[in-house]
C-alpha cells in the first residue's frame, strides 16, 4: 500500500502569500492517478487539481499542482481568504485498486 | 447541479448494523463510479469502498473488508453502504463522492456526510 506523507503540517501565512504544499508518495504514483482536494470546517471536500497538475471545474488558476513520481506540489500563487482551509492529497493504485489519502496540510493565517 | 444527500447514520452499540443511503441527482448515475470516504471527529480522509458505474465491480478497504458491503440501484440514483460487526473506530462522517467517470482516480463531487456512531 502506498502511504502519502504531507510537509508542513501546517503552514501560516497571511493573504497575498504564496503557499507550497508538498505531497510525498512511499512509493512512485502516475501522475494520472494523483489529486488534490480543499475542505474548510464543517464542509465536505472540494476537488481542487486531478491529474497531479489539472485544475477541476471552477477552479481559480492561482491553484496549481505539479510533480512526478513521489514527489508533488500543490502551490497557490497569492492566497486569498477564502483559501484558509485543510489540504488533502491523494492517491489511486495497486491491485485491487485503492485510494489512499494524505494526512493533511492546514493552511492558516499567520 | 451535482447533489449528493447522504442519510442513515445514527448511534449503534459495537457489534451492531447500520445501512447508509446517497441518493443523487444532476447527472446519469450509472455512467459514474461511486464511493464511501469516511472522516472520523478531527481526523483526516479515510476511503472505505468504491463501485463502478455498472455495478460490476466493488472494492473495500482493509480495515472493513469482510464487515461493508457497497451496492447501488441505478433505477434509484441511489448508493448504499451496508454495514455489519461495527466496531468504535468506524465512528466518523460517512461521505459519498463521485468519481470522475465510470471507473475514476478521483473524487469531483462529495456529499455532506451523514455521522455514525458507534458506542456503548
Known amino acids: 500500500e502506498i502511504v502519502l506523507t504531507q510537509s508542513p503540517g501546517t503552514l501560516s501565512l497571511s493573504p497575498g502569500e504564496r503557499a507550497t504544499l508538498s505531497c510525498r508518495a512511499s512509493?512512485?504514483?502516475?501522475?494520472?492517478?494523483l489529486a488534490w482536494y480543499q475542505q474548510k470546517p464543517g464542509q465536505a471536500p472540494r476537488l481542487l487539481i486531478f491529474?497531479?497538475?489539472s485544475r477541476a471545474t471552477g477552479i481559480p488558476d492561482r491553484f496549481s499542482g505539479s510533480g512526478s513520481g513521489t514527489d508533488f506540489t500543490l502551490s497557490i500563487s497569492r492566497l486569498e481568504p477564502e483559501d484558509f482551509a485543510v489540504y488533502y492529497c491523494?492517491?489511486?493504485?495497486?491491485?485491487?485498486?485503492?485510494?489512499?489519502f494524505g494526512p493533511g496540510t492546514k493552511v492558516d493565517v499567520k | 447541479e451535482v447533489q449528493l444527500l447522504e442519510s442513515g447514520g445514527g448511534l449503534v452499540q459495537p457489534g451492531g448494523s447500520l445501512r447508509l443511503s446517497c441518493v443523487v441527482s444532476?447527472?446519469?448515475?450509472?455512467?459514474?463510479?461511486m464511493s464511501w470516504v469516511r472522516q472520523a471527529p478531527g481526523k483526516g480522509l479515510e476511503w472505505v469502498s468504491g463501485?463502478?458505474?455498472?455495478?460490476?465491480?466493488?472494492y473495500y478497504a482493509d480495515a472493513v473488508k469482510g464487515r461493508i458491503t457497497i451496492s447501488r440501484d441505478n433505477s434509484k440514483n441511489t448508493l448504499y453502504l451496508q454495514m455489519n460487526s461495527l466496531r468504535a473506530e468506524d465512528t466518523a462522517l460517512y461521505h459519498c463522492?463521485?468519481?470522475?467517470?465510470?471507473?475514476?482516480?478521483?473524487?469531483?463531487?462529495w456529499g455532506q456526510g451523514t455521522l455514525v456512531t458507534v458506542s456503548s
Open positions: 463522492a463521485k468519481g470522475g467517470s465510470a471507473w475514476s482516480a478521483y473524487f469531483d463531487s
Open positions: 444532476g447527472f446519469t448515475f450509472s455512467s459514474y463510479a
Open positions: 463501485i463502478r458505474g455498472s455495478g460490476s465491480s466493488s
Open positions: 512509493q512512485s504514483v502516475s501522475s494520472n492517478y
Open positions: 491529474g497531479a497538475s
Open positions: 491523494q492517491q489511486y493504485g495497486g491491485s485491487p485498486p485503492l485510494f489512499t
